[in-house]
């Protein structure tokens, strides 16, 4: 796990929660507990602050460093696709995106392919992409945030289930997905019994490690309700196993962060096991 990731990853499950910010030093020790050398957590630090997604300010001799608000934004929105609950049912209606850009905008061409799939479509063709869900309104926004290109949304269904699950086969690699999530669920399924006995440092370091693993599948998994699933999908098994060790650990991983900032830490997992 790189550095990077890692103080995305606090931030967003813990870090967040208190103001957004945290100090330079509790960061070290934080990443510390996850094997990163204190120069790398803060070269890092400052990487990512040249770079816009933290700003800084100075209290005394430290250094705090606070989430932007277009990095919180990211990570609301990929908090809300990991943590999101499978869908069952389908009406049998596709959202169908017709996306262009000039040739020589190939930069804008990849990011709408990378916006695209972490929105759940797949490509039937270079420029058109299918979701199994109404995602419309998300849609709409890639022409504000891709201005050279041309976006064309519409709503579409085949009334023929065979020929819907034939499209699933050609818009995405469900073969290797199913592999990896059965060894997503091989590799972790120990967890279910033992996290509850893990405390401080460990649990944060596993459910800081299982959320590292885990948040790679929404980019590639549409998210498919049972009628377009493959039969024996591994999908919501992996994501059940995910969700219930995640929250196992909350307590733990939550106390110990609290520690370390000297703050009570209101997480969400958290929040939930107390109701």
């Keep these: ?88 049912a389908w009406d049998g209606w596709w959202t169908q995106v017709v996306f262009q850009t000039p040739e020589s905008d190939r930069t804008a061409r990849e990011q709408a392919k990378k916006k695209l799939a972490w929105l759940g479509f797949g490509p039937l063709t270079p420029s058109t992409w299918l979701s199994p869900r109404d995602v419309r309104a998300d849609a709409r926004r890639l022409q504000s945030e891709f201005t050279t290109a041309s976006v064309d949304i519409l709503a579409s269904r085949t009334d023929d289930l065979e020929l819907d699950r034939s499209l699933v086969a050609r818009c995405w690699d469900l073969s290797r997905l199913e592999s990896d999530y059965r060894r997503f669920i091989e590799d972790h399924r120990d967890l279910l019994g033992a996290s509850e006995a893990l405390e401080g440092a460990a649990a944060l370091a596993v459910r800081t490690e299982i959320v590292s693993t885990y948040r790679h599948f929404p980019f ?56």
Excluded: C
């Excluded at 498919?224 to 699933?229: E, I, K, Q, S, T």
């Design 220 to 275: 590639r998994d549409p998210s498919l309700p049972v009628a377009l699933r493959p039969e024996g999908w591994s999908g919501a098994a992996a994501h059940d196993l995910f969700l219930t060790v995640h929250r196992a650990l909350a307590a733990a991983a939550v106390a110990y962060v609290s520690e370390v900032v000297g703050a009570d830490v209101q997480a969400p997992d958290l929040r939930i096991q107390n109701v």
């Design 1 to 88: 796990m790189k550095p990077r990731a890692l103080i995305l990853d606090i931030f967003g499950d813990y870090l967040r929660y208190v103001d957004s910010e945290a100090k330079a030093g509790d960061l070290v020790v934080l990443l510390g507990s996850l094997g990163v050398e204190p120069a790398a957590t803060r070269m890092t630090l400052s990487r990512l602050k040249q770079e816009g997604w933290f700003t800084t300010r100075r209290v005394g001799r430290e250094t705090i460093y606070r989430l932007s608000d277009h990095l919180l934004e990211i990570l609301d929105e990929g908090r809300a696709r990991i943590f999101a609950e499978y869908e069952d």
